[in-house]
Nanobody
Framework: QVQLVESGGAVVQAGGSLRLSCATSGLTFRYYNMGWFRQAPGKERMFVAA????????YLEDSVRGRFTISRDNAKNTVYLQMNSLKPEDTAVYYC??????????????????WGQGTQVIVSS
């Protein structure tokens, strides 16, 4: 059974930084593309970032590119989302996803079937 457990969410002031973690089990992590999504109150879940299993290539949504970084540690079966220069509009529940599209640019429209429970990020102005 695949399990994804996010952590690291918090309340932070605008301009601050957070690092989210997603610990995984029940899958051969090193062979899975991984992604992060977020859902703001009253809005649909949206793609944030994805990382390839094959070469570590990453793809980020336009509004976070240059501020967020996705990375992975295959030895720890964990994927990270480093978030810098946070803005109030980054406030959302952040979700980890496993096994999405092979082409990272399509990950947002083709996520994998497995999701974590989410971690809350609140950015105060």
């Amino acid at each position: 059974q695949v399990q994804l457990v996010e952590s690291g969410g918090a309340v932070v002031q605008a301009g601050g930084s957070l690092r989210l973690s997603c610990a995984t089990s029940g899958l051969t992590f090193r062979y899975y593309n991984m992604g992060w999504f977020r859902q703001a109150p009253g809005k649909e879940r949206m793609f944030v970032a994805a990382i390839s299993w094959r070469d570590g290539l990453t793809y980020l949504e336009d509004s976070v590119r240059g501020r967020f970084t996705i990375s992975r540690d295959n030895a720890k079966n964990t994927v990270y989302l480093q978030m810098n220069s946070l803005k109030p509009e980054d406030t959302a529940v952040y979700y980890c996803n496993a096994g999405g599209a092979a082409v990272l640019e399509n990950y947002g429209s083709s996520p994998g079937p497995d999701w974590g429970q989410g971690t809350q990020v609140i950015v105060s102005s």
